[in-house]
């Protein structure tokens, strides 16, 4: 039994509220189901090739991308990614906007030795960086969403340098805020996010630049491991596959949220539900008198991700705990972030009414039970 319990008239219908991985749907688990006889079977034959197919359709048709880019798709998540982006997409040298804790890693694999030193504009968490058009670079690199921090930022061409790529890290943003797509080269994420997904693979929709200089890179004599290789990713993705084994569950559950958003509306349907839901959130920090927005720029604000500090006289770890005792879950700030805050996905699968439950549960834990720092 908790320690405190929140009266179940208070509580959200789910009580999922992690920044990844989020929140699947029950319909996403029975179209699982429904095409298990794919799990334990052969991803270089039609039946998963078709579903490879599918994905890569739905998620064109999601992001509306123009004609003559691409939707690969390869082994990994974004993690993978960053390495493969410094062995195929960067040629000499890179900059990186560093305004969380996922940008600055992608600026960490951009420092191979066989790449210059990336000019790294770095600012402090809760605050967003800025490009700056230097000569040498040709890749300008950030992320769209900063899970770790809360920060938002536009996805808009850099058009210093006309042969320079635009690269943006979309994993907490794709499928959850409405962007142009003709804005970027390349637009990457894992899908465990508000595609609602496991990890295991990433995906990635690019221009014809892109793809020219990944293919000149690899006909380079520039030593790249075949699982790192973009060139390789761009061959089999041709082929609806990947290099090596696919996670087909992955790809099922993906398939489900690309239809389930697809269906409702597309992107347009799914930035309204994330602006709801992370609006309700942002209001009810800004009128109470013991909790603010971590982003103090109102346009800098996530719609995806909330991230809400808590004046000193209250334990938002403590608030946490309860919360979980009570079945709502993965509330807690971002772990090397080291606030008093509390970090809420507010992710396309998550209901508008249940973030204001969430907002009626945390106003009755604190009536009942105020928790004193330390």
């Known amino acids: 039994m908790p320690s405190l319990e929140i009266p179940r008239d208070l509580l959200p219908s789910d009580g999922r509220f992690g920044c990844g991985p989020s929140k699947v749907r029950p319909e996403q688990i029975e179209h699982l189901r429904a095409n298990a006889a794919l799990l334990g079977t052969s991803h270089r034959q039609a039946p998963v090739k078709n579903l490879v197919g599918r994905v890569r359709s739905g998620l064109a048709e999601l992001f509306a991308i123009p004609d003559g880019y691409e939707v690969l798709l390869g082994n990994g998540g974004s993690t993978a990614f960053w390495d493969m982006a410094a062995f195929s997409l960067i040629e000499k040298r890179s900059e990186n906007l560093a305004f969380g804790e996922f940008g600055a890693k992608f600026a960490a694999a951009a420092a191979a030795p066989f790449l210059e030193k990336p000019h790294v504009i770095q600012v402090p968490g809760g605050q967003r960086a800025d490009v700056e058009v230097l000569e040498g670079i040709d890749l300008y690199a950030w992320t769209h969403n900063e899970t770790s921090t809360g920060v938002m930022a536009p996805v808009t061409r850099v058009h210093g340098d006309p042969g320079a790529l635009t690269v943006i890290d979309a994993t907490s943003a794709a499928g959850g805020v409405l962007f142009d797509a003709a804005e970027a080269d390349v637009y ?187």
């Open 188 to 374: 990457y994420f894992a899908p465990q996010k508000n595609l609602a997904s496991d990890g295991g693979l990433w995906f990635a929709h690019v221009t014809p630049a892109a793809i020219e200089r990944i293919e000149r890179i690899a006909a380079s004599d520039r030593w790249i491991p075949e699982v790192l290789s973009l060139k390789n990713a761009v061959d089999n993705s041709r082929l609806d596959q990947t290099l090596n084994t696919p996670a087909i569950a992955t790809l099922l559950l993906l398939e489900s949220q690309l239809e389930w958003i697809n269906g409702n509306g597309g992107l347009s349907w799914a930035d309204a539900r994330t602006t709801e839901s992370s609006g309700a959130l942002y209001d009810w920090a800004e009128a109470s008198s013991f909790a603010t927005p971590f982003v103090a720029n109102p346009s800098d604000r996530s719609q995806v991700v909330a991230t809400i500090d808590f004046d000193e006289s209250i334990d938002a770890a403590a608030v946490a705990k309860t919360l979980r005792e009570n079945g709502i879950v993965d509330t807690e700030p971002y772990r090397k972030l080291g606030r008093n805050q509390l970090r809420v996905a507010t992710f396309t699968a998550i209901e508008p009414d249940d973030v204001r439950a969430l907002i009626a549960s945390i106003d009755w834990v604190l009536e009942h039970a105020p928790v004193p720092v330390g």
